[in-house]
């Protein structure tokens, strides 16, 4: 089983910056699709950002285009979002997500198809 940590979260005020890792276990890293998921108190959890096997390709929640990016670097089994001009609204626990199959811009869109997550990292962003 792949085993994800997550690290990077914290408290920042609004218009400013976090970047989040999630290292994973294992040397098939490159052979899974990596998610970013939010969830806010009282609120479903929520799709973010996703990234291919190769880091090649990559898909956004309306929310967050122009102001997150995803990325990963499989020679360090990592994969990273980084976040700018955050806002309150971005205050949720973010997770990791990892699934082996093939990506595809509607499936990796649902939580469900992913089998292996961190432990999330929380994020709160003050007005």
């Known amino acids: 089983q792949v085993h994800l940590v997550e690290s990077g979260g914290g408290l920042v005020q609004a218009g400013g910056s976090l970047r989040l890792s999630c290292e994973a276990s294992g040397r098939t890293f490159s052979s899974y699709v990596m998610g970013w998921f939010r969830q806010a108190p009282g609120k479903e959890r929520e799709f973010v950002a996703a990234?291919?096997?190769?880091?090649?390709?990559?898909s956004y929640t309306d929310s967050v285009k122009g102001r997150f990016t995803t990325s990963r670097d499989n020679a360090k089994n990592t994969v990273y979002l980084q976040m700018n001009s955050l806002k309150p609204e971005d205050t949720a626990v973010y997770y990791c997500a990892a699934t082996n199959v093939i990506f595809t811009t509607n499936a990796i869109t649902s939580w469900g198809i992913y089998a292996y997550w961190g432990q999330g990292t929380q994020v709160t962003v003050s007005s």
């Open positions: 990234i291919n096997k190769s880091g090649g390709t990559t």
